[in-house]
């Protein structure tokens, strides 16, 4: 009885059934809206699962572990596809108030309208806030309501996600609702939170918590906004991971030495420049090969500053031919390189020979670089993608050739697939190649390695460590 689903099957075969696997059925909850036959039934549903849960208290309350309340959750409609009415009621919010008074066993807690919500129905600040057993918190479309009710928690949630983006239209409206001396930011849970995601910059450090230092953060993820490495590393002195997710994000530059002596992995959509040395870097951004068409767009120059200046030992980056051969010329500390490059619309059985051209074109630029191993996403915008399997033997002569180019490298990993953006670069696997045999010339022999010592290669690869002299 792993999911809930499983549970309330078991529990429909008898009363003895029930009893046990119930606490499993009502362990998570998520309210969100409900399409059937052009109909939005979330507040319906939010309304009966109250009811029920009120009427069964004692049982049905302590044994909820996790609460979703999504952007639907109070949201009806009527009509058609001709004649569509949606509405909302919050004043609906009374009953879940109760429910939510009642989780005492509540660990996670989401809510995706909070700001709306807490602006509304202000009982709910209390019940939240009163929550004694948090571990996990994520608001979105926040703002001070929001805010107060984290400031207030009985809990310490070592992990909260809080983003300000989706409710107003700019910074300056979100800005212009908060009280410094007032509002306050996580200020309560300096001692407790551990990850911690928001977005607004360094707005809410700078004005609502220009004193505070949450030592205990070991992974943080900043959205959009303007922020100072110089602020966020006094704010975050003990940075294992840092991930710089805002697209529109912008780093000033305060002239001053950032020390992040933990500071292990880096991730970001835009080049930054820093004085703290980085082991693991992943660039979610492309290398635009005109810039100064777009101003403001990442540049080559840049990204190679920024690699030279955090001396990494693995990288994740979209491959640019003269980014590449930057890598390989002017930052000798890569030891394992991923590569997730994408193609044009192709027929699957035409892919293949994209790739080996691919190969030929971009690989070598990496000839001088001391790698020891290299991974190779090739993602294509195949027609017919349910013919996506690619040969075995024909895969193998990739990775014979990629090793060919690079005397260094021992393990080569591949994945040739159609494009599928619900899987994330973090989340691939790959099928690894192992160099057996290399002569003075010609291309290398490999072996293919099962899955299970290929997920242990890979992770021994990304957890190489910084050599001393580097």
Same mark, same amino acid.
Not at 46 to 54: E, G
Not at 67 to 86: K, Y
């Given at each position: ?8 099957? %078991? ?47 004692? %049982? ?117 609702? %908060?009280?410094?001396?007032? &509002? ?68 000033? &530059? ?125 993602? $294509? ?11 075995? $033997? ?77």
């Amino acid at each position: 009885m792993s999911a809930p689903g499983d549970a309330l099957r %078991f529990a429909m075969t008898c009363r003895a059934a029930y009893n046990i696997a119930m606490p499993r059925v009502f362990s998570e909850v998520e309210f969100d809206y409900s399409l059937t036959r052009w109909k939005l039934d979330g507040l319906h549903r939010i309304r009966s699962f109250c009811t029920f849960a009120l009427s069964h208290a004692s %049982f049905c309350l302590p044994s909820i572990k996790k609460l979703t309340i999504g952007r639907n959750a109070f949201s009806s409609s009527s009509g058609s596809d001709v004649t569509w009415h949606e509405f909302t009621d919050l004043g609906s919010a009374g009953p879940l108030v109760e429910v939510v008074k009642g989780a005492v066993n509540l660990t996670s807690l989401r809510i995706e309208i909070a700001e709306t919500l807490f602006s509304e129905c202000t009982s709910m600040v209390d019940a939240v806030a009163g929550l004694p057993a948090l571990q996990q918190v994520v608001f979105h479309q926040a703002g001070p309501h929001a805010l107060a009710a984290l400031s207030r928690m009985a809990s310490r949630p070592a992990d909260v996600k809080i983003w300000f983006q989706l409710l107003y239209d700019d910074w300056g409206d979100i800005i212009e609702t %908060f009280t410094p001396g007032e &509002d306050r930011f996580l200020g309560n849970l300096a001692e407790a939170l551990v990850d911690l995601e928001f977005d607004l910059g360094d707005y809410c450090i700078r004005q609502l918590e220009p004193r505070t230092v949450w030592s205990n953060v070991r992974r943080l993820t900043l959205g959009e906004g303007s922020f100072s490495l110089d602020v966020i590393s006094r704010a975050f002195p003990n940075l294992r991971e840092l991930h710089l997710n805002g697209i529109a994000h912008h780093v000033r &530059d305060d002239g001053r030495a950032q020390t992040w002596p933990s500071l292990d992995f880096v991730s970001t959509h835009r080049p930054f420049l820093t004085t703290t040395l980085v082991r693991r870097l992943h660039l979610k951004y492309e290398i635009i090969p005109h810039p100064e068409i777009l101003d403001d767009d990442p540049s080559l120059g840049d990204t190679l500053a920024m690699l030279q200046r955090v001396a990494p030992v693995v990288v994740a980056c979209c491959p640019h031919t003269e980014l590449l051969a930057g890598m390989a010329r002017s930052v000798p500390s890569i030891r394992f390189l991923q590569l997730f490059a994408r193609s044009l619309t192709v027929p699957m059985e035409q892919t293949i020979q994209e790739v080996d051209s691919w190969v030929a074109t971009t690989i070598p630029g990496l000839t001088s670089a001391p790698l020891v191993g290299l991974t190779v996403l090739y993602q $294509a915008f195949v027609r017919n993608s349910h013919h996506s399997c690619i040969d075995h $033997a024909e895969c193998a002569n990739i990775a014979r050739k990629i090793a060919g180019h690079i005397r260094s490298l021992q393990y080569v990993g591949l994945k040739i697939s159609s494009w599928d953006h619900t899987v994330m670069w973090s989340e691939q696997t790959f099928t690894w190649y192992r160099v057996i045999c290399r002569a003075e010339e010609g291309i290398p022999e490999v072996e293919q390695l099962g899955q299970p010592e290929g997920d242990c290669i890979h992770h021994k690869l990304a957890t190489i460590p910084r050599v001393r002299s580097q």
